[in-house]
């Protein structure tokens, strides 16, 4: 653990660098694989980060060779099917939350990305992966099949037919192929995959706050409603935001050829 990093729970480390927080699972004995507890505090810490308005952006990552390998299968084993229903329910929770959150999420896949773990990473805006790592959905395998969103975010992004592909027969996905489908957005060394993200985030982090978090909304929303219902969002975003300080600043400042002084206001 470095100087700047607060344990929040015994495998969940926070950092913070200006307006990017790091979410670290570390679990490295069961390749980060996530039960109750570090379900239930990852939710308490996204819905404190969703209220503060100083962070623009969030990366999310593992610790060794495993990012998340899944739900904890060993927590699965003797549980009451209320217990079972629970730990769904409260997974439900948690990935909705950060797939809401009014940050950009980076999820920085350092190791496997398996089961919820796989799921947990297509709840962020972009995922970024070790290009010697897998990812899959092989709860099939358990003669199970996701329950954190998988069968429902997974073909949104790849389409049905890649999607059933993937979750039907269980396989692990290398990290080339998943850039090339569309699950992850670029494949980096593994000694590269934090120097990069934290790059990329950077980069978002600079931006006009409020363009930033409403471009991230009026996509997601825009594309679960109709099309003619995603223009009038667009334009009606595009108003608010031309009568922003931020929007008034990017204008002037372009026209004075500076570089712009974001308030995030
Ligand atoms: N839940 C609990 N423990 C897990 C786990 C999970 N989802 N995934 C891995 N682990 C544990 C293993 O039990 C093992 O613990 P041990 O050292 O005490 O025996 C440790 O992590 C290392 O895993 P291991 O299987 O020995 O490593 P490997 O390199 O041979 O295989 C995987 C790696 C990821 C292929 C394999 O661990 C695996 O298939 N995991 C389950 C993935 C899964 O089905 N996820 C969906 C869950 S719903």
């Given amino acids: 653990m470095t100087g700047d990093e607060k344990r929040i729970h015994p495998h969940l480390v926070v950092s913070r660098k200006e307006s990017i927080v ?21 939710g308490v810490f996204a819905r404190d ?11 999310i990552t593992g610790t060794g060779r495993g990012f998340v390998a899944g739900a904890d299968i060993t927590g699965y084993q003797n549980v009451s099917q209320v217990e079972f229903d629970r730990f769904q329910r409260l ?12 940050q950009i ?16 990473a297509l709840c962020c805006d972009f995922i970024l992966i070790n290009n010697k790592t897998k990812v899959g959905l092989p709860e099939i395998k358990l003669g199970l099949l996701p329950g954190g969103g998988g069968t429902q975010r997974l073909p949104r ?3 049905p037919m890649r999607a059933k592909e993937m979750i039907l027969t269980g396989r692990m996905v290398p990290a080339e192929e998943a850039v090339s489908l569309g699950i992850a957005l670029a494949a980096y060394e ?6 990069r993200a934290i790059e990329f985030a950077t980069s978002l982090a600079d931006q006009a706050g409020v363009a930033l978090a409403e471009g991230k909304r009026v996509i997601d929303d825009g594309i679960e409603t109709s099309l003619a219902a ?17 929007g008034k600043e990017g204008i002037a400042a372009f026209v004075e050829k ?5 308030t995030g206001t």
């Fill in 105 to 120: 999420s980076i999820c920085a896949v350092n190791g496997y990305a398996l089961g919820g773990g796989l799921e947990l």
């Fill in 230 to 246: 995603g223009l009038t969002l667009e334009q009606r975003v595009l108003g608010t935001l031309f009568a922003t300080h931020d």
């Fill in 157 to 159: 992004l790849v389409g």
């Fill in 190 to 195: 593994p000694g590269e995959l934090m120097p």
């Fill in 22 to 42: 790091t979410l670290r699972i570390d679990r490295e004995d069961a390749l980060g694989a996530m039960n109750a507890e570090i379900m239930e505090k990852m």
């Fill in 258 to 262: 500076r570089d712009p002084d974001f």
């Fill in 49 to 59: 980060l969703a209220a503060d308005h100083t962070v623009r952006v969030l990366v």
């Fill in 91 to 102: 997974s439900r929770r948690t990935f909705d939350t950060i797939a809401s959150l009014p």
